[in-house]
């Protein structure tokens, strides 16, 4: 896992390549009095229903980064404030888990299946056609800010190896052929 | 969904009066006295597009009154998806394979007309009081895919509609429940599920009836039950579709348990990635609350049960019972020593028993039907069935379920249909937890401690079959791939144990390795098997050493030979699919191949012998055509 310099670093690079759309983007590392008060709000409601206690903050976790696509950093302070615990307890959970992202991602994530029937069927390929055919790297965000290539464990889809998840679709046997025509299913839609 | 208002509209259930109310009215939805047409609407059917199946048959027969449009869950036939079932209003059906819009179209036109065709058809089925079939179609359990298979876990998948509480009742749901409730002692209970020599669907095996006395025996003012949902071995994926296909089964199974060991609150830990079975899941929560079957006072008896779904997060060692309960607390998803063992101190401290959502699913079954029934399917060791996810390099793939002790044989080959490309070389069960089985066992018959001694492990059910093409040394390469990502770090045997046997296995793909490789893998091994504090450091060598016992040539024809017999990994050519080698004995150096390929990946001037360079190859195959010799081999995949 990454640092946390790290990923501020990431992020002021990755804030660059957004261009015109970065006034949208929270930076990762914003803590809660660099952003305005509707957007603390916003994490608050949304984090409102979750028990006040430690049980609450993967659940809150998940719900934020539903709405944000990832984890800023005001969001896990104002998770751990509510659950009375430290900025360390939220932050050592939310890099435990690979379904956690503590940077911005595209608006859609396509993640490419490499779970073993993936992988026997040829995701590696899939995987790199869907960068080259987006031009940016795994786990980049596109200069649109509307793709995000990355890998996942098995979803489950074995018999439509290699598969690929976009939101909650699964596309089956994809080919490199078909990648485009993925793609171009969720450009411009929201996410 | 068409059934989310029916949490509103349906009667409180008090008494097996108002059970049989509700199951009338279920058989008046499965069975409406017209034609039904079943849509299979599960993960893998709508990856195949069942979604736009199902779109336009609804569109085509709206307003039909000979006809109404339902959906159902998984048939089990994944490579065959998406599948539509019609059942005429005299319970004989036609299940329909691989649907288009298409198809579709021209099946609502013919049944308005009131005739089935009789192509694209996958078999015949019969419902319900049928018992003959107008169509000339093999019937279901004639098909060779079905034939050996014996579906008990899997009876309501694929027939009923998974947010329909009604269609589960008029099965027999909740009968179950409301028998144990009204004419069983918890320690009747118990006893009953040990006579049936049910065992742990989730890879351990452990007899569930004695883990169910564990926590009954351990007084404390709150006990729970969690069901671990948390699938996560690569290439396993029955649980999701049972929570998708019949996810009230899971549950009258847990408030049974409930009832049996003591314990008023449940937790279901569902994988993020499987949305579809939350959203089942989730329904059928609220259903069942809203008509009094989960909360206070079930069916009048006293007994009180509730559950919550809790999403987990990633992370692959909280399929670890300690691990999960620390995720579902919130906390990093860690293991910790036992014991004390979850009956003892479990979640929050409180005992707790987990099982997979598979044991669960078979426990109404076994109240149903009675213990001696359900140890009768199994073996000795083991009763009842085991669902797997066969896929891999076989021509059936699917979700399978067959009687313990079938031989493996009989699911590569009699189900699965054989094996797509080369031979049949060995199958991979349990994962990254697991190991190969090679050809020369494959008359072993399936059962926990069979494939125990044969260094491989039940798992959740995970099968991949594995013919010739696939080298062994990149398989296990691929497993301690994804256990060096998935080691949660806290105990070194695990942590750098992974992380060590990876490099030596990606030195013998790449043909760096080294004759003392073998006896360090072997020994890691070991030392990782003693040593590691859980369940997935301990077994993680598994892909490794079973390999090593049973391939041991193809790691010395790595380090030896610089060469992978199957012709796959880094050294047989970069990709598993359509690698291509020319035969440089035999190259005369024409140039042919050279001219035809078309993205200039093979070198060589004229008269000198060419090659192919792997990584530029599209693997398009021209060169073979252009070839007048016939030396370029394909190798491995398909060709």
């Given at each position: 896992?990454?640092?946390?310099?790290?990923i501020r670093?990431?992020?002021?690079?990755?804030?660059?390549?957004?261009?015109?759309?970065?006034?949208?983007i929270?930076?990762?590392d914003?803590?809660?009095?660099?952003?305005?008060?509707?957007?603390?709000?916003?994490?608050?409601?949304?984090?409102?229903?979750?028990?006040?206690?430690?049980?609450?903050?993967?659940?809150?976790?998940q719900?934020v980064?539903?709405?944000?696509?990832?984890?800023?950093?005001?969001?896990?302070?104002?998770?751990?404030?509510?659950?009375?615990t430290?900025?360390?307890?939220?932050?050592?959970?939310?890099?435990?888990?690979?379904?956690?992202?503590?940077?911005?991602?595209?608006?859609?994530?396509?993640?490419?299946?490499?779970?073993?029937?993936?992988?026997?069927?040829?995701?590696?390929?899939?995987?790199?056609?869907?960068?080259?055919?987006?031009?940016?790297?795994?786990?980049?965000?596109?200069?649109?800010?509307?793709?995000t290539?990355?890998?996942?464990?098995?979803?489950?889809?074995?018999?439509?190896?290699?598969?690929?998840?976009?939101?909650?679709?699964?596309?089956?046997?994809?080919?490199?052929?078909?990648?485009?025509?993925?793609?171009?299913?969720?450009?411009?839609?929201?996410? | 969904?068409?059934?989310?208002?029916?949490?509103?509209?349906?009667?409180?259930?008090?008494s097996?009066?108002?059970?049989e109310?509700?199951?009338?009215?279920?058989?008046?939805?499965?069975?409406?006295?017209?034609?039904?047409?079943?849509?299979?609407?599960?993960?893998?059917?709508?990856?195949?597009?069942?979604?736009?199946v199902y779109?336009?048959?609804?569109?085509?027969?709206?307003?039909?009154e000979?006809?109404?449009?339902?959906?159902?869950?998984?048939?089990?036939?994944c490579?065959?998806?998406?599948?539509?079932?019609?059942?005429?209003?005299?319970?004989?059906?036609?299940?329909?394979?691989?649907?288009?819009?298409?198809?579709a179209?021209?099946?609502?036109?013919?049944?308005?007309?009131?005739?089935?065709?009789?192509?694209?058809?996958?078999?015949?089925?019969?419902?319900?009081?049928?018992?003959?079939?107008?169509?000339?179609?093999?019937?279901?359990?004639?098909?060779?895919?079905?034939?050996?298979?014996?579906?008990?876990?899997?009876?309501?998948?694929?027939?009923?509609?998974?947010?329909?509480?009604?269609?589960?009742?008029?099965?027999?749901?909740?009968?179950?429940?409301?028998?144990?409730l009204?004419?069983y002692?918890?320690?009747?209970?118990?006893?009953?599920?040990?006579?049936?020599?049910?065992?742990?669907?989730?890879?351990?095996?452990?007899?569930?009836?004695?883990?169910?006395?564990?926590?009954?025996?351990?007084e404390?003012?709150?006990?729970?039950?969690?069901?671990?949902?948390?699938?996560?071995?690569?290439?396993?994926?029955?649980?999701?579709?049972?929570?998708?296909?019949?996810?009230?089964?899971?549950?009258?199974?847990?408030?049974?348990?409930?009832y049996?060991t003591?314990?008023?609150?449940?937790?279901?830990?569902?994988?993020?990635?499987y949305?579809?079975?939350?959203?089942?899941?989730?329904?059928?929560?609220?259903?069942?609350?809203?008509?009094?079957?989960?909360?206070?006072?079930?069916?009048?008896?006293?007994?009180?049960?509730d559950?919550?779904?809790?999403?987990?997060a990633?992370?692959?060692v909280?399929?670890?019972?300690?691990?999960?309960?620390?995720?579902?607390?919130?906390?990093?998803?860690?293991?910790?020593?036992?014991?004390?063992?979850?009956?003892?101190?479990?979640?929050?401290?409180?005992?707790?028993?987990?099982?997979?959502v598979?044991?669960?699913?078979?426990?109404?079954?076994?109240?149903?039907?009675?213990?001696?029934?359900?140890?009768?399917?199994?073996?000795?060791?083991?009763?009842?069935?085991?669902?797997?996810?066969?896929?891999?390099?076989?021509?059936?793939?699917?979700?399978?379920?067959?009687?313990?002790?079938?031989?493996?044989?009989?699911?590569?080959?009699?189900?699965?249909?054989?094996?797509?490309?080369?031979?049949?070389?060995?199958?991979?069960?349990?994962?990254?937890?697991?190991?190969?089985?090679?050809?020369?066992?494959?008359?072993?018959?399936i059962d926990?401690?069979?494939?125990?001694?044969?260094g491989?492990?039940?798992?959740?059910?995970?099968?991949?079959?594995?013919?010739?093409?696939?080298?062994?040394?990149?398989?296990?390469?691929?497993?301690?791939?994804?256990?060096?990502?998935?080691?949660?770090?806290?105990?070194?045997?695990c942590r750098?144990?992974?992380?060590?046997?990876?490099?030596?296995?990606?030195?013998?793909?790449?043909?760096?390795?080294?004759?003392?490789?073998?006896?360090?893998l072997?020994?890691?091994?070991?030392?990782?098997?003693?040593?590691?504090?859980?369940?997935l450091?301990?077994?993680?060598?598994?892909?490794?050493?079973?390999?090593?016992?049973?391939?041991?040539?193809?790691?010395?024809?790595?380090?030896e030979?610089?060469?992978?017999?199957?012709?796959?990994?880094?050294?047989?050519?970069?990709?598993?699919?359509?690698?291509?080698?020319?035969?440089?004995?035999?190259?005369?150096?024409?140039?042919?191949?050279?001219?035809?390929?078309?993205?200039?990946a093979?070198s060589?001037?004229?008269?000198?012998?060419?090659?192919?360079?792997?990584?530029?190859?599209?693997?398009?195959?021209?060169?073979?055509?252009?070839?007048?010799?016939?030396?370029?081999?394909?190798?491995?995949?398909?060709?």
């Amino acid at each position: 896992m990454a640092s946390l310099d790290s990923i501020r670093q990431s992020i002021h690079e990755s804030d660059a390549d957004v261009g015109g759309d970065d006034a949208e983007i929270i930076p990762a590392d914003a803590d809660v009095e660099d952003v305005c008060d509707e957007e603390v709000d916003t994490v608050r409601s949304l984090i409102e229903p979750f028990p006040d206690d430690k049980e609450g903050v993967i659940p809150a976790l998940q719900e934020v980064q539903g709405e944000y696509g990832y984890l800023p950093r005001f969001s896990m302070q104002l998770i751990a404030d509510k659950a009375g615990t430290s900025m360390a307890h939220v932050y050592g959970t939310a890099s435990f888990y690979s379904q956690f992202y503590l940077e911005p991602r595209g608006e859609h994530t396509i993640k490419v299946c490499t779970g073993t029937a993936c992988h026997v069927k040829g995701a590696d390929e899939i995987s790199e056609e869907f960068c080259d055919e987006l031009d940016v790297e795994l786990e980049e965000v596109t200069d649109d800010g509307q793709f995000t290539v990355s890998h996942v464990r098995c979803i489950g889809a074995c018999s439509l190896a290699p598969a690929v998840m976009v939101g909650d679709n699964v596309h089956g046997n994809v080919t490199e052929e078909k990648v485009p025509d993925v793609i171009e299913e969720y450009r411009g839609d929201d996410a | 969904m068409s059934t989310l208002l029916q949490s509103d509209s349906l009667e409180e259930i008090t008494s097996i009066e108002d059970l049989e109310a509700l199951k009338r009215d279920g058989l008046d939805s499965l069975y409406p006295g017209k034609t039904k047409v079943l849509v299979g609407m599960s993960s893998c059917g709508r990856a195949a597009g069942a979604d736009d199946v199902y779109d336009v048959l609804s569109d085509e027969l709206d307003g039909a009154e000979n006809a109404i449009v339902g959906q159902t869950g998984c048939l089990g036939f994944c490579d065959r998806e998406p599948l539509v079932e019609v059942v005429e209003p005299n319970g004989q059906s036609i299940i329909y394979e691989e649907v288009t819009e298409d198809t579709a179209e021209r099946l609502a036109d013919a049944i308005t007309r009131g005739d089935l065709p009789e192509g694209g058809v996958l078999a015949g089925r019969l419902h319900h009081e049928a018992r003959s079939h107008d169509y000339d179609v093999p019937l279901f359990d004639e098909v060779p895919f079905y034939a050996p298979q014996e579906r008990v876990v899997l009876g309501n998948s694929g027939l009923i509609d998974p947010e329909d509480l009604g269609e589960y009742v008029a099965r027999d749901g909740f009968f179950a429940l409301e028998e144990v409730l009204s004419s069983y002692t918890p320690e009747e209970v118990i006893d009953e599920v040990k006579d049936s020599n049910l065992r742990g669907r989730g890879g351990g095996g452990f007899p569930t009836g004695q883990k169910w006395e564990f926590l009954a025996g351990n007084e404390a003012d709150e006990k729970y039950l969690i069901c671990n949902a948390d699938e996560g071995d690569p290439g396993a994926y029955m649980d999701r579709t049972l929570l998708e296909s019949d996810p009230y089964s899971v549950i009258e199974g847990m408030i049974i348990a409930g009832y049996a060991t003591g314990a008023t609150h449940g937790y279901m830990y569902v994988r993020a990635e499987y949305p579809l079975a939350i959203d089942h899941l989730q329904n059928a929560i609220e259903t069942l609350r809203s008509v009094g079957l989960l909360g206070d006072d079930i069916l009048g008896s006293g007994y009180g049960f509730d559950l919550e779904i809790k999403k987990g997060a990633g992370a692959f060692v909280c399929g670890e019972e300690t691990a999960l309960m620390a995720s579902i607390e919130s906390e990093r998803g860690m293991p910790r020593p036992r014991p004390p063992f979850p009956p003892q101190s479990g979640l929050w401290g409180k005992p707790t028993n987990i099982n997979n959502v598979e044991t669960w699913a078979n426990v109404p079954q076994i109240v149903l039907e009675g213990a001696d029934w359900f140890a009768d399917i199994g073996t000795d060791q083991s009763g009842g069935t085991k669902v797997f996810s066969v896929t891999g390099d076989v021509r059936n793939t699917g979700l399978v379920e067959v009687p313990l002790g079938t031989e493996l044989e009989t699911v590569v080959f009699d189900i699965g249909g054989g094996t797509t490309g080369g031979d049949f070389k060995a199958v991979q069960t349990g994962g990254p937890s697991g190991g190969v089985i090679p050809e020369e066992y494959g008359d072993t018959p399936i059962d926990y401690d069979t494939l125990s001694e044969l260094g491989s492990m039940m798992g959740s059910g995970g099968m991949i079959v594995i013919d010739e093409s696939t080298c062994m040394v990149d398989q296990s390469r691929f497993f301690l791939d994804f256990c060096v990502d998935e080691s949660c770090g806290k105990c070194p045997p695990c942590r750098y144990g992974t992380k060590k046997t990876l490099q030596i296995l990606e030195r013998i793909t790449n043909g760096e390795g080294e004759a003392e490789d073998i006896e360090e893998l072997r020994s890691l091994g070991d030392t990782m098997g003693e040593a590691s504090l859980c369940g997935l450091g301990q077994t993680a060598p598994n892909p490794v050493m079973s390999t090593l016992d049973y391939f041991e040539q193809e790691y010395w024809a790595h380090i030896e030979d610089e060469e992978c017999p199957a012709g796959d990994c880094e050294l047989g050519g970069g990709a598993h699919a359509n690698t291509y080698k020319i035969l440089h004995d035999e190259c005369v150096g024409c140039h042919q191949c050279a001219k035809a390929c078309p993205v200039d990946a093979i070198s060589g001037e004229q008269g000198e012998v060419h090659e192919i360079d792997p990584e530029a190859c599209i693997g398009c195959g021209q060169c073979v055509e252009a070839c007048p010799l016939d030396i370029i081999e394909v190798r491995g995949g398909e060709a």
